[in-house]
Structures are given as C-alpha cells and as structure tokens.
Nanobody
Framework: EVQLVEHGGGSVQAGGSLTLSCTVS????????MGWFRQGPGKEREWVST????????FYAEAVKGRFTIYRDNADNTVYLQMNRLTPEDAAEYLC??????????????????WGQGTQVTVSS
C-alpha cells in the first residue's frame, strides 16, 4: 500500500519558517512527480509547488515563489517543503501528493494519484 506521511506542521509567528516533510513508502520505484498543496478552511485546495523528480525541475505558485523551496532527499525517499517568511495567508493544511509522472496537470490536484493526510500550519500575526 502506498503511503505518503507528512510531518513538520506547527504554529509560527509571521516571518518565521517551517520545513515540512513527506515520506513515501510502499511504492515500487520512484514517483516522477511530487507536489505540495494547501487548503484553508472553506477554501479550495490550492497548488503550492511541484517537483519533477526525473529532471529535477521545480515549480512554484506565485504566492510562494522566492519564499518556499521544494527538494528531495533520495536517501530517505522524502520530499521537503522549506517555507520562509511565512505570513498569515500561508496558514492552511498542507498536503503532499505524488504521481508516477508530471503531466499537464502537474499544477492541479487532478494530476496526482496519491495523497497524504496533511499537516497543519498556523501563522500568527
């Protein structure tokens, strides 16, 4: 059974930093596409970042570009999202997602097959 498990959420003050992790297990091989999404209360799921692991291309939503960094540690099959200069607008549940390949929907929830349970990020002003 494929599992994606996120860790690293928490509460920070505006301007602070957090690093989220997503550890993958149960998949035979490597996912070609890893993504992070977030969803605030009463809001739609919002794309945050995607990593094309085959070519190591990274993509970011405009709202987080320059502040967030997605990267992967092949040794422990984990993808990270480093988040700096957090603002209250970044507060949400953050979800990790995976797909065998990055296609045209790599910036859309429809483009991902497997999902983690999410980790909560709270940012106080």
């Amino acid at each position: 059974e494929v599992q994606l498990v996120e860790h690293g959420g928490g509460s920070v003050q505006a301007g602070g930093s957090l690093t989220l992790s997503c550890t993958v297990s149960g998949y035979d091989g490597d996912f070609g596409c890893m993504g992070w999404f977030r969803q605030g209360p009463g809001k739609e799921r919002e794309w945050v970042s995607t990593l094309n692991t085959l070519r190591y291309f990274t993509f970011y939503a405009e709202a987080v570009k320059g502040r967030f960094t997605i990267y992967r540690d092949n040794a422990d099959n984990t993808v990270y999202l480093q988040m700096n200069r957090l603002t209250p607008e970044d507060a949400a549940e953050y979800l990790c997602a995976a797909s065998p390949m990055c296609g045209q929907e790599a910036f859309n929830p429809r483009g991902f097959t497997y999902w983690g349970q999410g980790t909560q990020v709270t940012v106080s002003s």
